[in-house]
Each structure stands twice: as structure tokens, then as C-alpha cells.
């Protein structure tokens, strides 16, 4: 303590000490020209004193308590409530930690100019955001997310296959729906995507399609509106377990709740080696503008059923998409920088973001329902894995058996759950392809 | 198709992306459900004919010696297996065992060198 206080006198004495002996004032004839001429006689006693209030006030005008705004200070606090939910409740908390760090990060307030803030070319953060906005990062979370995916289930009952297209409704109908609120037409695809209930897809097709460099026909610049799209759909993907429950009850009947589906057949090595190899080479010829992202998916999967090349399999799905998902958490949430994000704009996002992914559940449920009419005895669907036809891996497979547990504590959904909520993730690639290529 | 948009009404054009969007969505995904319902049958027997029983290096699952064995009993193994690697850990021995670890005389904590020396 004593070495600390004898430390910081001498220290201060010499700071002080400086200016006395005219070391500093060439700096203040600098800018204090016209004060010098003027004030000659104690130039010396106001300069010391001076110079230290101006330092004092440059360095506050250039602290966040300066340029604080209330913006800045509502995202911080939207920040502090991700990372809140994401510690306490357990909502995705891989994404929600990282989104909420970058929220902070990202409303930090600061003087512009000094390459410090996410959108100013050169500074560190704009490097990695630059992944998010040439949508780099996605088809590398699909590569991770296609080496960790058993597509088996899938391929034992291909017809569950269905209700992953069912699902994106909620895509096309948000998009319709983002049309009647007046955004123009990429806007709207890419806030319709939001109803994929796919966070890589979302950021993928909204750094395409509304990116804030793109011109329209007109001659309008279309909004940069990844961020809200990116955080919307994050969002609402970790509170799936919140959303989704309700609407099963309200839509599903009680007897329905409890249908057993028969223990899917088991699917050799040599299925699971052919389906990626088919499906990239099917999917992709139906909607090539989803080949970053099917492409990946598909080439992660292949890596981990070839049986020959486990090592990069391993990486895919360990520390490749855990560097991903940290880069994209941290930049998506620092991109949310209160200027830019706290639009009337975002707020219509975040609506229309939540009524997608309500239709896309219903669409699922009310999907799997309508196959029941078709299916007989044995072969009848529980109508609650059509919840799981929104993409959300794992996340709505794992509400829809914990709901299906619920109505029947022996009715084990996960497996079957897994082969929509699989499908989904196909569904809205191709889904986001589509929209891509109409107004790409 | 860029002209397209300026003569007409963006809604309508909506319109046309929304069913043709779910349209190929769905046929998509109808198409891949097909070949795998009855393609991959038949591509798994040209594959029988075309290496006709030279495939020994990809041990087959046989599946119809395993029929009793269904996706609950595997998860049961799969759990206990988990259950026993990460519980594995407890059952250490409970000796510890403290070894003093000789080392250079290295002065970067030192006493006798500080600020305030009063010897």
C-alpha cells in the first residue's frame, strides 16, 4: 500500500511537474495561440491549470459517459437480459452468451473516427464482421452442422420428410407479410427467412439480399437489415421452448398427443453414406443459389458417414464451428449498434419475426395432422413432431418429446422429432435458394 | 426480370414467390423423399451386382439378425456407456500423494529485493 501511494505522488508530481518546467509548452502555444498573446503575464499559473482541465475534458468528451445515448444504454441492457436468459434459463446458451457480449460490445459508445466501432472500415471488428456480411460464416456452421446430423432417422421414414417443407410457410407467408408492411421485395425475402427458424440460413440470405449496398431497380439502396433479422431469428430460435408449447396444446388433441409411432428401422452404413451424396446432388440442382449452404451441409455429412475421414469430421463439428460460432455471436451482436439498430424497422422485424415462426409451427402441425388422414394403423404420425418440421436443431425436437412426455410418460418423440427438424434445415435452404434466385 | 419489377406491383409479385416458392419447396423435398423410399433400394442392389460380394472392407450392420435391436435399446447402451465414461472419474484412488518438486533458486517473488531494502 505504501509502495502503491509513494508510486503514485511521484508519478503525479511529475506529470504536474512537467508544464512548470516548459517541457509542454510547445503543445500549448499550439493551441492556445491567440490566449498567449493576449494574457501574457500569467501564462504560466493558468497553463498548468489549464492545460490539465482541457486534458481532462478531452479525455471525457472522449468516454463513454460523453457520447452515451439512451439507445446505447437500452442495447446494453438488452445485452445484459441475452446473457441473463442465457446463463439462468438455459436458452442456447452457445448463441445467447456470445450475441449478448457482442450487444455490449457493440453499444459501447465511442467518438467516431478512431476505426474502433463495428461499421468503421479498418477497425478490428468491421475485419470480422466482414464474414457476416459476405456470408462467409453460414456454410461453415452447415459444414459443422452437417458433420454432427444423423440423417437416419430421415432416411427410415422418408416421408417425415413432408413436414419440413410444411413448415416453411411461416417463410412465404412472413414474406407476404413483410410485402404489406412496405418493405421492397429482397427486404422482405430476407425477413421472411426468419420463419426458417435458421440462424446461419437467416444471416446467409439477408447478407445477400439486404445488405445495405445492394440497388434496387429504382435506384433505391436497399436497408442493411442483418442485424435485426440475425438477432430476431436467434432470438426467437432460443426461445422455441416458450413459443412452441402452447400452440402444440392448442392445436393438437389429447388422444393425438399420445399416438406411439412403431421404432424406426435401422439404416445401414451404406444408406447413410449414399443419402448425402443424393440429396446435394438432387437439392442442389433444384435450387443451386443454396449451394454454399446445402452444399456444406451435405459435405459435412458425407465426411462423418464416410467412415474413412473422421478426423475432419471431428473438426467440423468441435472446434471449426465452435471458432465460427463465437466470430458470428460476437459480430451479429456488436452489429447492433444503437444508431443503426434501433429503427422503426427492427421493431416491424421483430413482430413479423415472431408471427413466422408461429405460422411455420402451425403449418408443421396442422401438416402432420392432415398426413394422419392418409396414414393407417401403424403407420400414423404423433402430430406433435410437425412442431419439429421449423428447423431449430435440436432445440424444437427436443420441445416436441418433452411435450409428447408430457401427454404419455413413456412416448419417446426424439427420434422421430429429429427426422422433420433435419428436413427443415433442407427445407429452408432450398427455401432461402429460391428466394435468392427470384430476387437476387 | 429487373424490368419486370418496375412495372409491377411488388404484392403480386410477392404472390408468384410464395407459390412457386412452396411449390418447389415442396416437390423438392417430395422428389428426395421418393428416391429414398424407392430408389435407394434399387441403388443399394446395383451396388450388390456391380461389387457382387467383394465388399468387405465397410463391416455391414445385418439387419435382419438385429431385428429385436431398435433405436431404445441402443440409446439405453449408448446412455449407460455414457454414464460409466463420465462417472469413471470417481472412482479414483484416493491417495494423494504430494511430491516436493526441487527447483532453482529463482528471486522473482523475493523478499530480500524489494523497494523499500532496509537491510
Redo the contacts between chains.
Keep these: 500500500m ?2 502503491l501511494i ?1 508510486i503514485f505522488s511521484a508519478l503525479s508530481l511529475l506529470i504536474f511537474m512537467r508544464p512548470v518546467l516548459g517541457l509542454g509548452t510547445d503543445i500549448n502555444s499550439a493551441t492556445n495561440a491567440s490566449v498567449a498573446t493576449t494574457q501574457v503575464d500569467n501564462f504560466e499559473e493558468e497553463s498548468i491549470i489549464d492545460e490539465a482541465l482541457d486534458g481532462i475534458k478531452t479525455f471525457y468528451s472522449y468516454t463513454g459517459f460523453a457520447n452515451s445515448s439512451s439507445g446505447n444504454v437500452i442495447m446494453i441492457i438488452i445485452g445484459i437480459v441475452f446473457i441473463y436468459l442465457g446463463i439462468k434459463f438455459d436458452y442456447e446458451p452457445l448463441l445467447l452468451i456470445p450475441i449478448g457480449a457482442g450487444v455490449i460490445i457493440g453499444n459501447i459508445p465511442f467518438v467516431a473516427g478512431n476505426q474502433t466501432g463495428i461499421y468503421e472500415t479498418g477497425s478490428v471488428l468491421n475485419y470480422l464482421y466482414f464474414g457476416v456480411v459476405k456470408g462467409v460464416y453460414p456454410p461453415l456452421i452447415f459444414l459443422g452442422i452437417g458433420a454432427m446430423t444423423d440423417f437416419s432417422s ?2 427410415a421414414n ?2 417425415l ?2 413436414l ?2 410444411a413448415a ?2 411461416g ?3 412472413t ?2 407479410g413483410a ?2 408492411l412496405g418493405f ?2 429482397p427486404e ?2 430476407a425477413i421472411g427467412i426468419i420463419g426458417g427458424a435458421d440462424g446461419p440460413t437467416a444471416i446467409f440470405l439477408s447478407s445477400k439480399l439486404a445488405n445495405g449496398v445492394n440497388v ?3 435506384g433505391t439502396t436497399v436497408k442493411n437489415l442483418i442485424g435485426p433479422i440475425a438477432i430476431a431469428a436467434y432470438s426467437y430460435m432460443a426461445l422455441v421452448p416458450v413459443i412452441q408449447p402452447p400452440l402444440m396444446r392448442l392445436l393438437i388433441s389429447k388422444e393425438d398427443r399420445k399416438i406411439r409411432m412403431k ?4 439404416v ?4 447413410k453414406m ?2 448425402p451424396v ?2 446435394l446432388i ?2 442442389t440442382f ?2 443451386p443459389s443454396a449451394l454454399p449452404l446445402l452444399g456444406m451441409l451435405f459435405f459435412g455429412n458425407l465426411l462423418k458417414e464416410s ?1 474413412r475421414t473422421e478426423r475432419l469430421a471431428d473438426t467440423a463439428r468441435t472446434k471449426l464451428i465452435d471458432i465460427v460460432t463465437i466470430l458470428l455471436g460476437v459480430t451479429v451482436g456488436a452489429s447492433t449498434q444503437a444508431d443503426i439498430f434501433i429503427t422503426k424497422d427492427s421493431m416491424l422485424i421483430f413482430g413479423l419475426g415472431a408471427i413466422s415462426f408461429v405460422i411455420a409451427t402451425c403449418g408443421g402441425l396442422l401438416f402432420a395432422k392432415f398426413m394422419n388422414l392418409f396414414l393407417k394403423g401403424d403407420n400414423k404420425i404423433n402430430p406433435l413432431i410437425g412442431a419439429a418440421g421449423v428447423s431449430a436443431v435440436p432445440d424444437s425436437a427436443r420441445v416436441v418429446h418433452t411435450e409428447g412426455l408430457k401427454s404419455d410418460p413413456n412416448n ?1 418423440l426424439l ?1 422421430h422429432a429429429m427426422a422433420p427438424n433435419v ?1 427443415g434445415v ?2 429452408s435452404a ?2 432461402a435458394g ?2 435468392l434466385s ?2 437476387g | 426480370m ?2 419486370l ?2 412495372y409491377t406491383d ?2 403480386s ?3 408468384v ?2 407459390f ?3 411449390l ?14 424407392y ?2 433400394p434399387i ?2 442392389y446395383v ?1 450388390k451386382i456391380i461389387t457382387k460380394g467383394k465388399d468387405k472392407k ?1 463391416s ?2 445385418k ?1 435382419k439378425g ?1 431385428s429385436g ?4 435399446l441402443s ?1 439405453v447402451i449408448g446412455a449407460s456407456v455414457h454414464m460409466y465414461l463420465s462417472e469413471q472419474h470417481d472412482i479414483e484412488s484416493g491417495i494423494l500423494t504430494i511430491k516436493e518438486v526441487k527447483k532453482a533458486y529463482s528471486p522473482w517473488s523475493s523478499k530480500i529485493y524489494g ?2 531494502n532496509r537491510l
Excluded: C, W
Excluded at chain 1, 268 to 271: A, F, H, L, R, S
Design positions: 505504501k509502495k509513494i430421415l432416411i422418408p416421408k420428410m413432408l419440413g417443407g416453411q410457410i417463410v412465404f407467408a414474406f407476404l410485402l404489406y421492397n421485395l422482405s425475402g434496387l431497380a429504382d421404432p424406426p428401422r435401422a445401414t452404413q451404406k444408406e449414399i443419402f443424393v440429396a438432387l437439392t433444384i435450387s467412415g419417446y427420434m428436413s433442407i427445407g432450398i427455401a429460391i428466394i427470384f430476387l | 429487373t424490368h419489377l418496375l411488388p404484392i409479385e410477392g404472390y414467390i410464395l412457386t416458392g412452396l418447389i419447396v415442396f416437390t423438392s423435398l417430395v422428389l428426395l423423399a421418393l428416391i429414398f423410399n430408389g435407394l441403388m443399394l451396388y465397410i455391414e450392420i439387419v438385429d435391436f431398435t433405436g431404445e440409446a523497494i523499500q
